[in-house]
Nanobody
Framework: QVQLVESGGGLVQAGGSLRLSCAAS????????MAWFRQAPGKEREFVAAIGWSTSSTYYADSVKGRFTISRDNARNTVYLQMNSLKPEDTAVYHC?????????????????WGQGTQVTVSS
């Protein structure tokens, strides 16, 4: 397992941008598929984006496609989520997740490692 710490959340107006970071411990980071999930108050956790070992394999929820971009820097043990054209409905706590298996991290079930989350609030 890896330890995950998110940062970069905050308050932004609708239409604005934020970049979230998730720093991972351990020397095996490049062996893990990574994902971002979010959970709004009173709602279930939902998948946002995922990236495989190779930076060419990325997946997005339909609700964020074209606005959010997931990327990773294996030299820095960090995964990013660039969020543009933010909407009030993007308000949530954003968590990153790591697992050796891409299918597992996309499903969000049985994931080996979760971060504690960072709050994103989008005002209208």
């Amino acid at each position: 397992q890896v330890q995950l710490v998110e940062s970069g959340g905050g308050l932004v107006q609708a239409g604005g941008s934020l970049r979230l970071s998730c720093a991972a411990s351990g020397r095996t980071f490049r062996s893990y598929a990574m994902a971002w999930f979010r959970q709004a108050p009173g709602k279930e956790r939902e998948f946002v984006a995922a990236i495989g070992w190779s930076t060419s394999s990325t997946y997005y929820a339909d609700s964020v496609k074209g606005r959010f971009t997931i990327s990773r820097d294996n030299a820095r043990n960090t995964v990013y989520l660039q969020m543009n054209s933010l909407k009030p409905e993007d308000t949530a706590v954003y968590h990153c997740a790591a697992d050796p298996r891409l299918a597992t991290v996309v499903a969000g079930s049985g994931v080996g490692s979760w971060g504690q989350g960072t709050q994103v609030t989008v005002s209208s």
